[in-house]
């Protein structure tokens, strides 16, 4: 079954560190780009970061500079290292593989409290 599972979020104070893990099955990994997500509550879901099947990454404006996207293909996950974070970053964050998007996993929470 096509699955994505994020994990490795949590409440950090301003200016902390955190690192999300996305898994993803074999079949929906391979060759594609991977992109990571976030929803803030009563906000639309929105692009944070991407990294396609050779590496080269992109960015929202907002993260530049704080936050780095990052894949293992032998395990079939991607990463989001996240730093200095602050309480506009608080949201559920989820991973999927634009641009043939599938299932939305259930999201990692991330809470940032000032």
């Known amino acids: 079954q096509v699955q994505l599972v994020e994990s490795g979020g949590g409440l950090v104070q301003a200016g902390g560190s955190l690192r999300l893990s996305c898994a993803a099955s074999?079949?929906?990994?391979?060759?594609?780009?991977m992109a990571w997500y976030r929803q803030a509550p009563g906000k639309q879901r929105e692009h944070v970061a991407s990294?396609?099947?050779?590496?080269?990454?992109g960015y929202t404006d907002s993260v530049k500079g704080r936050f780095t996207i990052s894949r293992d293909n032998a395990k079939n996950t991607v990463y989001l290292s996240m730093n200095s974070l602050q309480p506009e970053d608080t949201a559920v964050y989820y991973c999927?593989?634009?641009?043939?998007?599938?299932?939305w996993g259930q999201g990692t929470q991330v809470t940032v409290s000032s």
């Open positions: 074999g079949s929906i990994f391979s060759g594609r780009t």
């Open positions: 990294i396609s099947t050779g590496g080269s990454t």
């Open positions: 999927n593989t634009p641009p043939l998007f599938i299932s």
